[in-house]
């Protein structure tokens, strides 16, 4: 992981206390080990059930760490949750379009009725900031290129919806009652953590287990669509300048959270082959199968950062390549673990 502790503007964040919801999970994970590491007390809310208590094992003797088992759709535990927290990192969420096509309701649920469970509990506890994982399925059927941040297009899946209706009820919740909040509108976040396994696995750590495991990974479509891969660090350094901004008129705004560069699915398994042959050469002679366009996938995704490098002072710490090379690393050293 990055050196956080290194930036003066992070050491402000020593002795406070951040809520982390989904802390169990892949990106909450992250975050609160790099929280810890700045000396926060980091409380953790998770009910496992896209999250991993392997993720957040080796914190658990940490004193400066607090694991609470429960569900944002409870009030009541969203309450408890935020007493005494100085800020909110919301990471709690049905994630995948795949998942949100197949079972709408629940991630309705979940994405809309906890996040308003949390934006309350937020307010009603003096919570200082809120800031919450947006997503850029928002953007839908915009077909511009790059993306920015205050021109979409019409949602393309239940999820993406859902998304979009948190940045809603966050700029109500600022407007109404006061409370500040920052959406990061995550762009194909992957690194260290992400779960390989299930029907809903993200992509990279997808295809590098099945490529450890001299399996053909299957290619949605031709290969040619294209994304803005995110390495976590960058996700986590986006969170603590949005924790530690003294930029008011940076609150209360959503934030591409990306590279500000694509990838095609084609570039990436090469990227994933090249860097895995260096552990197993075998892997360089896997074949890549390609198989039918996702429904609600969008063709084509790239971030333009701008607004994050004028607002919020960001400037990208891995670029796709030196994401993979670290992301791959984990995968090799921690097999036994997935």
Partial sequence: ?????SNPQFQKLQGKKVLVT??????GSNLCEALLDLGV???????????????????????????????????????????GVDFV?????????????NDPITTNEVNISGFLNMLVAARDNGVKRFIYAASSSTYGDSKELPKVEDRIGKPLSPYAITKYVNELYADIFHKTYGLDTI??????????????????AAVIPLFIKKLMNHESPVINGDGSYSRDFTYIDNVILMNLLCLTTENQQALNQVYNTAVGDRTTLVQLTELIKK???GY???????????????RG???????????AMEMLGYEATHSIDKGIDKAVKWYVENQHSF
């Fill in 1 to 5: 992981m990055h050196d956080f502790k």
């Fill in 22 to 27: 989904g802390g169990a999970g892949f990106i």
């Fill in 41 to 83: 007390l980091v409380v953790c809310l998770d009910n496992f059930a896209t999250g991993h208590k392997h993720n957040i094992e080796e914190f658990l003797g940490n004193d400066r760490f607090t694991l609470i088992e429960g569900d944002i759709r409870n009030l009541e535990t969203c309450q408890k949750a935020c007493n």
């Fill in 89 to 101: 990192l919301h990471e709690a969420a049905l994630g995948s379009v795949p998942r949100s096509i």
């Fill in 183 to 200: 959406g990061l509108r995550y762009f194909n976040v992957f690194g260290p953590k992400q779960d390989p396994n299930g029907a809903y």
């Fill in 275 to 277: 860097y895995l042959s």
């Fill in 280 to 294: 197993d050469p075998a892997i360089s002679k896997v074949e890549i199968v390609n198989g039918p366009n996702r």
């Fill in 297 to 307: 996938d969008i063709p084509h995704s790239l971030a333009s950062v701008e607004k």
